[in-house]
């Protein structure tokens, strides 16, 4: 996709033609609901372009870093990195002396030894304890007890030697953290030095006094683990503790999480092929001299954590793609990357040489990085927010970043190494989790991606749809529908299934696509017709464990079995999504037959699983007592919960979950150790809602405000991430997404929500505005429509409420404005619509806490409620 290829014009101001509810036309300019001059806190500006100043994407695909943010070593000029085309930063580093050596007849041994294989590389490989000898440093001893300790290696000398300390050479994949040099004397170990914390990959150890022994053990009692497994790796020891250099090298902030290939223009460099390491992370916490994350780790492969290459003494100008930059499979990069910091170290893997030598002179002119995903500038937005609070209007934006992020072609090249590449997909656009990892369409990220895309960018959503009929044409025989093309469409998800129905309404909800609500209706009746009756238990209730779904996971792979209110309310939910494109479809056998049993289905949750207790439902009717965040918010939205159990179960979640930094999906730790300190944006994105839709918005906001406000202000800010744990911790260490899709459902909520605005028959046919504005003092925003934009703007000004609503031609709908239980008077310019309980005029109807009018068409309709004191 090029940079133009996504960009839409944006909104402007215009002359619209008003109609009243009544039908009368008039012509106005589309003045403001307030006048001009007015504090932002106190008056919504007019509409046009005040919003284009929270908008996140880079303008064109070219990015550059904004700072540096530290050097190291011997390193001229490091910010002239930031300007292109002037002076050059210039990294230099010198040859190290060769490695001291063991005398002839050294032997080491081990505690245990892996057994030898093809390596990650293809090649065959040994692991025994005398590679930490061989002064070979391309090959290492492995131990076999992987997570267990301690491992020991033992060098025996032919002769007592004084030894002033050793070194410990090791490499990326995994360090030795803890460990203890012992010498022997006089029949017996003695430890001579002791490391605790370690990440250097060369370690040198200094003894306190010079030692006399014919032998010396290493203990190692913890490893770094850098997700190749949990075993000792030990390349060399040396017989004296050498102090290596330091590497010089330069960290660069690009402001934010970008995504793409990143390019660097080498000025020069000297003649001995000197090696450069990126390393790339999105926290700095996690920038290390390895990146927090790469698709090479993860599939076991060459990389060592870093990205390399050899600079040719003329200079060049890199991208960094995947591959190998020696013929001898040597000097491997990975490619496309998601970070917001990258490190360029003078530096290259022992594998390497004689390919690339980490030692030498490189000049750099620039940094940049080719952007690849979703280009959203303020002329691609087709759908926009904007309202008194700064704070949620940055969430907003947030989100929407987040989300272009994830929006990208599907390429062989970057997709997640785990047999996740498919044909069926390669050069489509999809949406994947993350721009990080992982880089895979994932069916229960769309629940959430997918309306955040159709609420700002919907001239993109066939990348939605690209992901959904992909998974609907790798339907399983008996009915199972694939989370995503990870393990080729194998990977057992329990819930999945389900959330591909909710997606596929939800498609053709916003979109009006109604072909392929007919082309994937059999596979549509396959998976709730055939596979999820299999799981289905005698009371009517989904239960894991049924044929054969013991080991079946969830959207986090949760230890979870037999009836779990979340898979239960989530089935309510997609029979009730799948009645509704059956009535679409005109298959009203169908239609009907799903929502009786959705009716039962919600009636067997409340027998079985509301825990009277708690006031709240149970996570499992079996094992320990604890209550999810998942299954009470969706058991609400979903209409499971009426509305004392709705105000009982989010009560208890207030109780129970609260934490600085958002609503804990636990409220205990019996699923497992920090369950209860645990916060998924994507499981309280339902929780929103239902406080929304329950009428506690004041309720919602707050809980926006600790979530989103919490991964706002820490790094890397503005993005959303995957999951975050004790202490507002990233969840997952650097393995954690800090930008992904699942988590942006603050978008849909505010727009639908807050603003109140939503579809309610496909294609915007229909549609209703329904604001819950609670503390709010105005808002207002634009959503994208087959039929063009439906705007929509509010404002509360003490006892009054006004609301204008922008119809476009061919839809209709209507608005319900909050009374907040009192008693009103609503007009249309001059026209009373009701007043003193009472409806003036048809379409018009009331309840204690809202007055609905309905039958809006084409035109700009002006209301005005006002609340009696």
Request: aromatic share 10%; charged share 20%; glycine share 10%.
């Amino acid at each position: 996709m090029t940079s133009e290829g996504n960009k839409r014009p944006g909104p402007t101001r215009r002359t619209v033609l008003e109609v009243g509810v009544g039908g009368a036309a008039s012509l106005a300019a589309g003045l403001p609901l307030v006048a001009a001059g007015t504090a932002a806190a106190d008056a919504a500006p007019s509409r046009g372009t005040s919003w284009h100043r929270y908008v996140q994407g880079p303008s064109d695909r070219t990015v550059r870093p904004v700072r540096t943010v530290r050097s190291a070593g011997d390193v001229s000029r490091p910010d002239a990195l930031l300007t292109p085309g002037g002076q050059v930063t210039v990294l230099r580093r010198a040859q190290p002396p060769a490695a001291p050596r063991w005398p002839q007849g050294t032997k080491a041994e081990a505690s245990s030894t892996h057994a030898g294989n093809n390596g990650s590389d293809g090649r065959p490989r040994t692991y025994t304890a005398e590679h930490t000898i061989d002064g070979d440093p391309d090959t290492f001893w492995n131990d076999d007890t992987e997570g267990a300790f301690p491992d020991t290696l033992t060098i025996s000398l032919p002769g007592e030697q004084q030894l002033p300390g050793v070194t410990v050479v090791s490499n990326t994949d995994g360090v030795p953290a803890d460990f203890t040099v012992e010498s022997w004397a006089n029949e017996a170990w003695r430890t001579v030095g002791k490391v605790t914390g370690n990440t250097d990959v060369q370690r040198a150890v200094r003894f306190d006094a010079p030692v006399s022994t014919d032998r010396v053990r290493i203990v190692v009692t913890a490893d770094q683990d850098a997700g190749q497994g949990g075993f000792t790796r030990v390349n060399e020891v040396w017989p004296d503790a050498v102090v290596p250099p330091v590497a010089p090298s330069v960290t660069l902030d690009f402001g934010k999480v970008v995504v793409g290939y990143p390019k660097v223009d080498f000025a020069w460099a000297s003649d001995n092929s000197p090696g450069v390491r990126l390393a790339f992370s999105e926290t700095l916490q996690y920038l290390t001299e390895r990146s927090d994350f790469t698709r090479s780790d993860q599939a076991g492969g060459a990389g060592h954590g870093t990205d390399q290459y050899a600079v040719p003494a003329g200079g060049a100008k890199w991208t960094d793609t995947k591959g190998f930059g020696s013929g001898d499979d040597k000097v491997y990069a990975d490619g496309l990357h998601g970070f917001r910091y990258l490190k360029i170290t003078l530096d290259a893997l022992p594998s390497d040489a004689p390919a690339a030598q980490p030692w030498g002179e490189v000049a750099v002119d620039a940094v940049a990085l080719d952007f690849t995903a979703y280009l959203g500038t303020p002329e691609s937005y087709r759908g926009w927010f904007l309202c008194s609070d700064e704070e949620l209007n940055r969430y907003w934006y947030g989100a929407s970043y987040t989300n272009e992020l994830v929006v990208d072609t599907f390429r062989r090249d970057d997709v997640d190494p785990r047999n996740a590449y498919s044909p069926s997909l390669d050069g489509k656009l999809v949406l994947h989790d993350g721009p990080k990892r992982d880089r895979d369409p994932y069916v229960g990220d769309v629940a959430v991606a997918g309306r955040t895309l159709y609420l700002t960018h919907d001239d993109a959503a066939e990348a939605a749809r690209n992901v959904l009929a992909d998974l609907a044409d790798h339907q399983r025989d008996d009915g199972w529908i694939p989370p995503a093309s990870i393990n080729n469409y194998t990977l057992p998800l329990f819930d999945y299934p389900l959330w591909w129905v909710t997606c596929s309404w939800d498609y053709v909800l916003y979109t009006g696509d109604q072909d392929y609500a007919a082309r994937y209706y059999p596979q549509l009746v396959k998976v709730l017709d055939t596979w999820y009756p299999s799981v289905t238990d005698d009371a009517g209730l989904l239960s894991k464990g049924l044929n054969g779904t013991s080991d079946y996971g969830d959207y986090a792979f949760l230890g979870r079995t037999g009836r779990i209110t979340y898979y239960n309310a989530n089935y309510v939910q997609a029979l009730r999504d799948a009645a509704r494109i059956a009535g679409v479809l005109g298959h009203d056998s169908d239609a009907k037959r799903w929502s009786e049993r959705a009716d039962k289905v919600a009636v067997a949750i409340n027998d079985h699983l509301w825990d009277p207790a708690a006031g709240a439902y149970l996570d499992s009717a079996t094992g320990p007592v604890r209550h999810a965040q998942d299954g009470n918010a969706i058991a609400i939205t979903a209409g499971v919960a009426d509305a004392e159990r709705a105000a009982s179960a989010l009560a208890h979640l207030d109780s129970t979950t609260k934490l600085r930094y958002g609503n804990a999906f636990m409220d205990n730790d019996t699923l497992f150790g920090g369950a209860s300190q645990r916060v998924y944006a994507f499981t309280s994105y339902p929780e929103l809602v239902a406080r929304f839709e329950t009428g506690r918005p004041d309720s919602a906001i707050d809980q926006i405000r600790r979530t989103y406000g919490w991964m706002d202000s820490h790094d890397p800010g503005i993005t959303q991430w995957e999951g975050i744990g004790p202490n507002g911790s990233a969840y997952e260490q650097g393995f954690t997404s800090m930008a992904h899709g699942w988590s942006t459902g603050v978008l849909p909520a505010l727009t639908h929500q807050l603003l109140g605005a939503k579809p309610t028959s496909p294609g915007y046919a229909t549609w209703e505005v329904r604001p819950n504005p609670g503390q709010v003092r105005w808002a207002q925003g634009q959503l994208p429509t087959p039929h063009g934009p439906l705007g929509v703007e509010w404002d509360q000004d003490g006892a009054t409420f006004t609301l204008t609503v922008r119809v476009p031609r061919g839809s209709r709908g209507s608005v319900a404005l909050p009374t907040e239980g009192r008693s009103v008077t609503v007009r249309s310019g001059p026209r009373t619509l009701w007043k003193g309980g009472r409806a003036y005029g048809t379409g018009v109807h009331g309840d204690t806490r809202r007055v609905t009018v309905t039958g809006l068409t084409h035109g700009t309709h002006h209301l005005t409620l006002v609340r009696e004191r």
